[in-house]
């Protein structure tokens, strides 16, 4: 068995704020004297039973992290630290995903806040070697003009490489807002170049997922898992090359699936799915990237060479460069020809 470590792949679904070290929310919230709800530092602050996971703790326990991220410097230090973990993980290409709006107030503005995003998205690539890109995402529970703004913001900054914009999102609880509504917002960032990566199919299942295929037009999914309800949805997906950025800690975390074995994540890979692991909010969900690595080989029984495709799927469907997809394509090759060292 490799060192999944040292598998090179593309991470595509990090929030901003839950991509936050535990250490550094203790920090911040010591600076500004928050009271941080004692689960946050906890080890892993959902582990509570099944039936009390779901979105509304994690919600609560998500608005508190972001009320202590306050300056320039908190977001500055957000991105360097996940860049780092990322490195360290393996990741050579983040597309990480950030709504302006909650930081704007505290920097002049939302324009602002994604400059600033984007510029220590650049420095933290250079110093830590993991190409950092931005997905700019919209809430459903905000106003679809308010998506609007955002994606002729993004528009601005399109572009394929470190500290440029990527792809437009949609968050927050999927069963919040009109899905049509957020249409025209998609249309613009398309227009822009921008991936359509929104949420759907975690909380919600297949109805729901058509919902969002008819109305944004993805590329990824953000989590689809539950796409997999439906063979025809999925089967038009596959063939629509539609990616899935399935993230297994988050469905347990939600309560999706009571145990990360019940991650439907064989069936979709079977389906022909492309599957994007993704770790979603480590802040909250108690583990990073590497993590949803290793859950695929020790719950699903991935080998090595079923590991690397998964690694290959997310190179693919980032929005890398092609030299620096063809670059990381050819390190997973190599890390699968190297011996095996338990063989
Ligand atoms: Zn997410």
Not at 45 to 63: I, K, M, N, S, T
Not at 299 to 307: R, V
Request: proline share 6%.
């Amino acid at each position: 068995m490799r060192d999944l470590a040292k598998l090179p792949k593309a991470h595509l679904h990090l929030h901003f704020t839950g991509s936050m070290r535990v250490a550094t929310l203790r920090d911040l919230a010591a600076q500004y004297e928050v009271r941080l709800p004692s689960a946050l530092t906890d080890d892993d602050p959902l582990r509570v039973p099944a039936d009390e996971r779901g979105w509304f703790r994690f919600q609560r326990l998500y608005d508190a992290a972001r009320a202590c991220v306050r300056s320039e410097a908190d977001m500055r230090r957000l991105v360097d630290e996940a860049a780092q973990d990322d490195a360290a993980e393996g990741s050579g290409r983040l597309e990480i995903q950030v709504d302006p709006t909650s930081y704007a107030p505290f920097v002049g503005g939302i324009t602002p806040a994604v400059e600033i995003v984007l510029d220590a998205a650049r420095t933290a690539s250079a110093a830590h070697g993991t190409e950092v890109a931005v997905v700019v995402a919209a809430s459903r529970t905000r106003h679809p003009l308010d998506a609007r703004t955002l994606a002729r913001l993004a528009a601005r900054y399109a572009g394929e490489g470190p500290g440029e914009v990527v792809g437009f999102g949609l968050s927050n609880d999927e069963r919040r807002g009109d899905t049509d509504e957020f249409a025209a917002a998609f249309r613009i960032a398309r227009r822009a170049g921008l991936a359509s990566v929104p949420h759907g199919g975690e909380l919600l299942g297949p109805a729901h997922v058509r919902q969002v295929v008819d109305a944004l037009a993805p590329d990824r999914l953000g989590h689809g898992v539950r796409a997999g309800e439906d063979p025809a949805l999925l089967g038009a997906l596959v063939d629509g090359g539609v990616a899935l950025e399935v993230c297994p800690a988050s469905n347990v975390g939600l309560g999706v699936y009571p145990d990360v074995a019940d991650v439907p994540l064989r069936a979709l890979v079977d389906a022909g799915a492309q599957v994007a692991l993704g770790a979603d909010d480590p802040l909250l969900f108690g583990s990073r990237l590497g993590a949803q690595y290793r859950a695929a080989r020790d719950a699903h029984g991935f080998t090595d060479a079923e590991l690397a495709d998964l690694a290959r799927a997310s190179v693919r469907a980032s929005r890398a460069s092609d030299d620096t997809r063809a670059r990381l394509l050819a390190d997973v090759d190599a890390w699968l020809a190297a011996p095996d060292p338990d063989a």
